[in-house]
């Protein structure tokens, strides 16, 4: 249904077009967000008109890569879409669903992108959409400013967890290098993105850890929050994401679970594995699912119930793979 | 005092020994032992004989480097130092003063290396002495084996904290392609080296977030261990080395302190600073040293007047850098 285009092919499209829209997707990343910037400031180094669009607003972390946000004060000729992997991630708000009826161009990183868009350049081996917009942004003639650099290395060290996740590869280091090259404000960038954690996320981190469990001989640990713990540090929820990436960071640990309430009452269950434990086999037991080493599920009840629950498959999956 | 060499001309004076001797500095981190372990390996490949020595054994975590190490099996010609700053941080054990008495050649990357060595390969702007060391094995004219690859690695994501630090450049990022390409196993690397932390260490963690402290407005913020509590987790105290960064990762703090009170009684303190602020400054006025980000002083006196004296210090000086 989509058409595959090479790097080249995609630039020559951006290349021919103007008006240009181009989509992230909701609850935006440094990835989609770092595409948006980059590939704006191309493209007004081109000449071109262009806006980005989202969903939802930009976290104020992110004000630096100072996005050029579209108000309507152009019709758009083409739209592009950027490390969006589905039609269902475009998000509600801001006229987005207008547009994202019909993308014109993806640009894409996600394995499972299920062709929405009328063309699309999609390798699922680049650790980021960055890494891949890297090359499109050289292939239409342009070159990296300090600002575009910025907004790729943005999109590069978040999806990788400053290119410490499997996903990097010896080219994401390549086009790190290139980016430091282009003048990317490295220092600043990894400060602002990995050592600014607000108080009220220390503050719930805190409680998270003290609610720290071991099972099954200390080969899963679990972390929990209660909506109440939640609301009383006044921590915004897109914050402790990555506490999901705790349990798991522990020596002997092959899966680390964390328990979030929502506010209807239910358990998110973040499913985190060791190399070899099937996070999405787990999960999907449960109705959820995700990938091989991240996935995750939601159950009703209370906190004993949702432990038991997620416990019994864990020891299902370990049990199941030592007879393997 | 001591003479400078060249990369190449380090190659050439590898290339014209045998039974070598390579010397680690004591408290061992990743990069001294990977770089013990890839010229080791390097010297092996070109069928020299070759040994490692440090004054601390080795820590269990970093067995997969496999070095060999020296047990007086040959009489040394060449005696190497591999990031080794200075004389006094070869250490009193397993014979090595004997052979730190004088010392060939020394491939580093500290600025303050103070030249004890007869040839000195110095290059200030590598973030990891393996940085270097993977420019000298080059040269050699020895190709990247992946097991020397894993022990580049080890040097290069170690010291630059997963190339988060400052001292991350584009070449850091650029030999980091290199040994990806070579077979490094950057996946297994990376969990081995980051997200491998002991329970015990976890346990220290808790407590030190449960002692976390705001002050001067939430400008400096401050944890802290006792004695007793150290003892109650039985963590390796060299674990306790990376929570050093965790006050200073809190946004909005320009001062982060860790107080880690000693078997004596005095208190460790550590200091790590925003750009802009001289940490070395504050440990400096209590008898402390160190560098314009991270530094440290020892206090004796018990828990509050530490803090006291460590806090008078590092409000002098914000405030001095507001006036200034
Ligand atoms: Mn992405
Ligand atoms: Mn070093």
Excluded: W
Excluded at 195 to 205: F, G, H, T, Y
Aim: net charge negative.
């Amino acid at each position: 249904m989509t058409e595959q285009l090479t790097v080249q092919q995609m630039a020559e499209r951006l290349l021919a077009a103007d008006n240009i829209l181009i989509l992230c997707h909701k609850n935006p990343d440094g990835d989609t967000l770092g595409c948006g910037g980059a590939l704006y400031y191309a493209l007004r180094a081109l000449d071109r008109t262009a806006g980005v669009l989202c969903s939802d607003p930009i976290p104020p972390q992110y004000a630096y890569l100072n996005l050029h946000l579209y108000k309507g004060e152009f019709e758009p000729s083409l739209v592009v879409a950027v490390d969006v992997a589905g039609i269902q991630l475009f998000g509600e708000n801001n006229r987005v669903p207008e547009f994202a009826r019909h993308v014109d161009l993806c640009i894409d990183h996600h394995a499972g992108n299920n062709g929405y868009a009328e063309y699309t350049l999609l390798d699922a081996g680049a650790a980021a959409t960055a890494e891949l917009l890297c090359e499109v942004i050289e292939a239409m003639g342009v070159a990296l400013t300090p600002h575009i650099a910025d907004c790729l290395y943005t999109g590069l060290a978040t999806d990788t967890g400053c290119f410490k996740f499997s996903s990097t590869t010896a080219r994401t280091h390549r086009v790190a290098a290139k980016l430091v090259e282009a003048g990317a404000h490295l220092e600043e960038l990894n400060t602002l993105l990995f050592d600014n954690k607000s108080p009220e996320r220390m503050e719930a981190e805190r409680i998270a850890r003290n609610h720290l469990e071991y099972y099954l001989d200390g080969r899963c640990a679990l972390i929990y929050l209660t909506r109440d713990e939640i609301a009383a540090t006044r921590v915004d929820p897109a914050d402790l994401e990555e506490l999901t990436s705790l349990p798991i960071s522990i020596a002997g640990v092959k899966v680390g679970l964390t328990l979030r309430q929502q506010p209807g009452g239910s358990y998110r269950i973040s499913v985190r594995t060791a190399k070899g434990v099937d996070a999405c086999a787990i999960a999907r037991r449960l109705g959820g699912g995700g990938h091989g080493r991240a996935a995750g599920c939601e159950l009703l009840g209370n906190l004993e119930n949702a432990k038991s629950a997620i416990l019994a498959e864990v020891e299902a999956e370990l049990n199941a793979r030592e007879e393997g």
